[in-house]
């Protein structure tokens, strides 16, 4: 049943240097990599050996606990490095790319006839399955679980993120396809829910169960959504996939080609000409860094959005999942008196000589300090008012933090991804971890539970 | 380069790394970044923050208590000297730039109050240096606030050695057992206040303590009286200040609380930067009301005589408790702490209400010491946590049900597993 969600809770977070509606094409990177910290939870086992030739969309490695789950390469070129971490864990793979570039075709596949185990067969096959998450727990979707609904945002308003309907427009046929296969892996509902008034790729397409959405930020994230349209039970689980992989996922479907290619926003105040580029998961930033220029010398890269991304460097590569790079001043100065002295220059939800509430459209260049030291939980009623779900943020991080079980589950923990604690991170006036507190709540509930 | 060249940031953030790791770090910290902000940066999570931290937001409160501060110095001075007028036969009547915004009353006022502030600071913050050093954490921000109102809270002579006990008993025992700020379960301001009443009540209750000397000068020639409004009513005796004395605050009491409308100044400030609860602040008022709406009606009917001790109080106007006492400075400044208050928005409701409740309540029935708020916040403070559990029950059993009307699809079985394998080879 198609919704209207109105979300006021919330707060947007209006920062300088979001991306210019145009787009140009990177120059094509030498190296590429995956980084596997972006699998959270599953662990890897190689398909190759050092040294290998492998062609693009071919296995680089599987899920050691699901061995069909295989993640596949970008490109084609050699697999020159496998870095490995503390305990042999592998940290990275990076693949010099050849100049001729060759692909690997699967059969591609008939949505319309194909039965369910075939779809998921040919989606594991491809490297198109670690594109599906799942909730709870916030990780790779388990293939044989049975998922109640899945859920897809086209409502952006994450800071700097990059605007879907810019980067997706004329791709409907690939969404449909997408969303046709999926539709068949659950028998439950595809939910999509798209801004309200916004010309979306999403509009038009059929077998799925359209929503509009309005309001701040968290509105955007898929957390606060289902949250509001099919909130998740204990033992229940929802699939949830980004709108820039289910093309992906629509092409190889349609083609039988894992093609990674990603319009990536390319964004932040240290940027010089924020836009978007073109590019493949994996490639090395600087491919398009340099051609946009940056204006800083201390800059922090982020592979994704301020409030969720992860710091890289210039030399680092495009995430699996991310299609915005963020570019914003490290901020590891001092600050004279910056504890009692009116603020202008800065976000903040109150109004203690904080002045953003005078004018909440202005743009603002936030850096990386933490404006404050790290304390206990100290205020309260704070995170409820950007907090939109159903749910208690403060206890719920307190049951996370002294590793309550029980408390956990009841205060839905199943229904929340650490994404959902940005903004109340965000506001954090004790500086807590919220999500990295969340994390290691899902990963402990995941362990006893499973 | 020589030293002389570097900026004091330079020099301070050189002094930093050297204690890193070291026993004095903390207390090095402290200063440090009470004149800095610290350089630290996001690692984790979120890569950019709020403007806010705990200082800003305690620095915040401190503001809205300064105005309090600077009428306290005004009307210290002016009670003594208008109850020097009153014992020689000469009444005076406030007049604002005439005889109370007077240099003279400042002057007493001032230093009658400044010595109990720092010795609030000073005391109050030795031990939360020790507490620090010993501990291995920063120095917390939580005595910021505890530091100002303990001296508006207490009788203008009480004696500096009682308050830099009940200091010390307040911080150790009222937060730092517990682990410091942001885990106390008692207010530690009001801690301070109890451990004060209940170990030298002579010097915290009574008609003679609210206005400086007049303790001392009791039986002598120059004897000065300082009966408090609440005091005359529980005597049945009548007072002599009109309602705007009270509602600005020219009457004897604590060092702070009188001055009603600053207080509402200060709250509405609070309210307005988001700091304070509004909720609990309102809720608070309302119980206090229905509260003296109550005893009010009592009286009326007649179900308690004029010759009964309780009289004077029960008939007291219901709303004119608001600007009496301490139940506004408490309401605005200590109910609202959000440590040891209720943390849940629904809870903070019923928490206040029963607050300003049994504030009023404990006022009328106990003559002895005719003021209830300190106790009615602390007993509400024990009680918050539960009044919290019971409305996240609420949310827990929303989230049951919930389950319980929901049909969980089977999940697949290793059967499939063996099907799937099939299919991918």
């Known amino acids: 049943m198609p919704t209207d969600i109105r979300i006021k809770k919330g707060l947007n977070i209006n920062l300088v240097g979001a991306a210019e509606p145009s787009t140009s094409q990177a120059v094509s990177s030498n190296t590429y990599a995956i980084n596997l910290s972006d699998f959270h939870g599953m662990t890897p086992k190689m398909a190759v050996r050092e040294g290998a030739e492998v062609q693009a969309g071919e296995p680089l490695f599987y899920n050691k606990d699901f061995p069909e789950m295989q993640f596949v390469s970008p490109v084609s070129g050699e697999l020159v490095e496998i870095e490995r971490g503390a305990r042999r864990r592998i940290l990275t793979l990076r693949i010099l790319a050849d100049k001729q570039q060759r692909v690997l075709k699967h059969q591609p596949v008939d949505v319309a006839k194909a039965d369910a185990d075939a779809i998921r067969a040919f989606l594991l096959q491809s490297g198109c399955w670690p594109f599906i998450w799942q909730r709870p727990y916030d990780v790779i979707a388990d293939p044989l679980s049975v998922p109640k609904a899945i859920f897809v945002s086209a409502y952006v308003t994450a800071p700097l993120a990059a605007d879907i309907n810019y980067t997706l427009k004329g791709k409907e046929k690939e969404l449909q396809a997408a969303l046709d296969a999926l539709g068949k892996l659950t028998p439950g509902t595809v939910h999509v829910s798209v801004g309200k008034g916004e010309d979306s790729p999403f509009a038009g397409l059929k077998g799925i169960s359209l929503h509009t959405v309005s309001g701040p930020h968290p509105a955007g994230l898929v957390g606060t959504q289902i949250n509001r349209i099919d909130p998740i039970n204990k033992g229940e689980r929802v699939w949830t996939v980004s709108p820039q992989d289910l093309v992906i996922i629509g092409e190889a479907l349609l083609t039988g080609i894992f093609n990674p290619k990603r319009t990536v926003a390319l964004a932040g105040s240290c940027v010089k000409q924020p836009k978007y580029y073109t590019t493949r998961i994996g490639a090395e930033i600087s491919t398009f860094l340099y051609a946009s220029g940056v204006n800083e010398t201390r800059c922090r890269v982020i592979n994704g959005d301020v409030l969720t991304g992860s710091k890289t460097r210039p030399e680092g590569h495009l995430g699996f999942y991310n299609n915005a790079v963020s570019v914003i001043p490290e901020g590891d100065d001092y600050e004279f008196f910056g504890w009692n002295k009116p603020v202008f220059n800065k976000i903040s939800n109150t109004r203690a000589l904080t002045f953003s509430w005078l004018r909440p459209k202005k743009k ?33 991080l307190k049951a996370c933090m002294y590793k309550d079980i029980d408390e956990m589950e009841q205060l839905g923990l199943y229904e929340v991804a650490p994404e959902d604690f940005a903004l109340t991170e965000f506001i954090c006036i004790s500086k807590q971890p919220h999500q990295q507190i969340i994390r290691e709540g899902l990963d402990l509930l995941q362990k006893e539970i499973g | 380069m020589s030293h002389k060249k570097l900026t004091l940031k330079k020099r301070l953030h050189i002094i930093k790394h050297s204690l890193r790791g070291k026993k004095m770090a903390p207390a090095f910290n402290a200063f440090h970044t009470f004149l800095f902000t610290p350089d630290e940066t996001t690692h984790s999570g979120s890569h950019v923050r709020g403007a806010d931290d705990l200082k800003r937001t305690m620095n915040t409160v401190i503001l809205a208590l300064l105005p309090v501060l600077v009428f306290s110095f005004f009307n210290t001075g002016y009670q003594f000297y208008a109850a020097i007028d009153a014992a020689n036969g000469t009444p005076r009547t406030v007049d604002l730039f005439g005889n109370f915004l007077t240099w003279e009353n400042f002057w007493l006022g001032f230093t009658q109050v400044l010595p109990l502030l720092i010795v609030s600071y000073g005391v109050g913050l030795l031990v939360e240096f020790i507490f620090a050093v010993i501990k291995g954490h920063e120095v917390e921000e939580g005595y910021l606030v505890t530091g100002m109102l303990v001296p508006l809270i207490v009788p203008v002579d009480t004696p500096l050695w009682m308050l830099a006990v009940a200091v010390v008993f307040g911080v150790v025992i009222g937060k730092e057992v517990f682990g410091g700020t942001g885990m106390n379960i008692l207010n530690p301001a009001l801690t301070i206040r109890a451990f004060l009443f209940f170990a030298y009540p002579t010097w915290m209750s009574g008609d003679k303590v609210w206005v400086h000397q007049a303790v001392e000068r009791t039986g002598t020639a120059d004897a000065i009286s300082g009966e408090t409004i609440l005091g005359s009513l529980a005597q049945n005796a009548s007072y002599s200040y009109s309602t705007a004395d009270m509602f600005f605050g020219f009457i004897p009491g ?9 207080i509402l100044l200060g709250g509405l400030f609070l309210v307005f930067s988001k700091i304070a609860s509004w909720r609990i602040m309102l809720s608070a008022v309302i119980g206090a009301l229905v509260m003296g709406l109550i005893f009010n009606g009592v009286a009326d009917m007649g179900w308690v005589g004029e010759s009964s001790r309780f009289y004077g109080l029960m008939s007291f106007d219901f709303w004119k408790h608001l600007i009496v006492g301490g139940l506004a400075f408490g309401i605005v400044y200590m109910a609202t702490d959000p440590v040891t208050g209720s943390q849940t928005n629904r809870g903070k409701w019923i928490y206040g209400f029963l607050i300003g409740f049994i504030s009023v309540m404990i006022r009328v029935f106990n003559p002895a010491y005719p003021e209830g708020v300190f106790l009615a916040i602390l007993l509400m403070n024990v009680f918050a946590p539960t009044i919290d559990h019971y409305v996240i029950r609420a949310n827990v059993r929303k989230r049951l049900k919930r ?11 290793a059967g499939k597993m063996e099907e799937l394998q099939a299919e991918t080879v």
């Open chain 1, 364 to 396: 603002y260049d936030l850096d990386t300090n933490t404006n404050g030291e790290h304390r206990a939980f100290v205020v309260t009623g704070q995170y409820e008012e950007v907090f939109p779900m159903d749910i208690y943020p403060m206890q719920l």
């Open chain 2, 254 to 262: 604590s060092v702070g609380e009188t001055s009603a409308f600053l």
């Open chain 2, 403 to 413: 389950l319980k009307n929901a049909t969980i699809l089977p999940q697949a079985d």
